[in-house]
């Protein structure tokens, strides 16, 4: 046998004998590679005279083919025989029943719901999140937003004050998520389009009260945020957060120190068999506190309130919840009793998004 035969023969065996796609390269590159048997072989041709090379290049060219060729054969059985042994191996029986995940066991908290409900609604509309520390300073949770010193107001916030300081401030936890307001207008000039949700504090407990709580904040501050802008945001907030095509409101007079005018916010609901529905009905129902932020509060924030005005609400979100979602007791929110958690808390995976449905 001549030794291209023998080559022929000896590489069509290893190629034939190759168990798999890794292995078959290894014989690829010992034959055809850079420094392979069969490239040794046209190495050899430079040295030869030209009538000799013209054979003998023919006939190595043509063992090159059929060593290729075979290899090319070899690597498409063996790339089906992957294949199938993989959808054999990953075979999934569809009929088998669903086995509980741990995403099954966990819930998302009514008030996480809530909270991430009205964030989804309001970033529709523009509005940026803002967050203040729980720890607040009594110039911002007070001074700032016009209570005046020694104002009956302080008291009726029923505020946790921690000791005096050296020099004789009081720090406290905040009664409102209010001073948020006053830290965003310190650090930014308007237009400002902001809510702030977050924890809030006051000395109470019953059942629709607890010591601490969740507000959700909304300021905007323009040349020309007026009533009507407040109003229509209120609205078309209530109608995407009920889940229902309309609310009737009732805007009702009232005080607050950093609002003038100030209002309280109701909207009209039944209340039939111990169930509440919104955007019918003969009832009222007060949901928020609203009005056009004071110009004290605007120049002690550094805004010239000759050029600026904005309007402001403060809602709470424990409130809300309870509402939409028929909770009868507020402190139940805070006891961790796991069963309450499964009949009242969220999927984790149903984010609450505008289109897909809030509460979804
Ligand atoms: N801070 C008020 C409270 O806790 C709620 C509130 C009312 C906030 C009116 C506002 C507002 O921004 O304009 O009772």
């Known amino acids: 046998m001549s030794d291209l035969a023998a080559l022929e023969n000896e590489t069509l065996e290893s190629i034939a004998s190759a168990a798999d796609e890794a292995g078959l390269e290894g014989v690829r590159v010992a034959a055809l590679g850079k420094k392979g048997s069969v490239s040794a072989l046209l190495a050899t041709l430079g040295k030869m005279a030209p009538e000799d090379r013209k054979v003998r290049g023919a006939a190595i060219n043509l063992l090159k083919d059929r060593i290729v060729e075979a290899f090319e054969a070899r690597r498409e059985v063996l790339k089906q025989a992957a294949l199938e042994a993989r959808l054999a191996a990953e075979v999934v029986d569809v009929t088998l029943p669903v086995r509980p995940s741990p995403l099954d066991?966990?819930?998302?908290?009514?008030?996480?719901?809530?909270?991430?409900?009205?964030?989804?609604?309001?970033?529709?509309?523009?509005?940026?999140?803002?967050?203040?520390?729980?720890?607040?300073?009594?110039d911002f949770n007070f001074t700032k937003l016009n209570f005046p010193p020694d104002h009956p107001a302080r008291e009726m916030h029923d505020t946790f004050f921690f000791s005096p300081s050296a020099d004789g401030s009081r720090a406290l936890l905040r009664t409102h998520t209010s001073p948020v307001q006053v830290r965003t207008m310190l650090a930014q000039q308007p237009p400002i389009r902001i809510i702030c949700p977050g924890r809030t504090y006051r000395c109470d407990s019953d059942q629709t009260h607890t010591p601490m709580f969740h507000q959700v904040e909304g300021l905007v501050i323009d040349r020309q945020a007026n009533l009507g802008n407040l109003k229509w945001i209120l609205e078309e907030f209530c109608k995407a957060f009920f889940e229902v095509p309309e609310v009737t409101m009732r805007f009702r007079p009232s005080f607050f120190p950093f609002t003038e005018p100030s209002m309280e916010v109701d909207i009209r609901c039944s209340r039939r068999d111990g169930e509440i529905r919104f955007g019918e009905g003969e009832d009222w129902l007060e949901i928020l506190g609203c009005g056009m932020v004071h110009p004290n509060v605007l120049t002690a924030c550094g805004i010239d309130p000759e050029i600026y005005q904005g309007f402001a609400w403060g809602m709470g979100i424990d409130r809300i919840a309870m509402l939409k979602y028929g909770i009868p007791d507020l402190r139940a929110f805070f006891e961790s009793d796991i069963r309450w958690l499964n009949h009242y808390g969220f999927r984790p995976l149903d984010l609450p998004s505008l289109l897909a449905g809030l509460s979804a």
């Open 105 to 138: 066991n966990g819930r998302i908290h009514p008030i996480t719901q809530v909270m991430d409900e009205v964030a989804v609604i309001f970033a529709d509309m523009g509005f940026a999140i803002a967050e203040g520390p729980d720890i607040e300073t009594d």
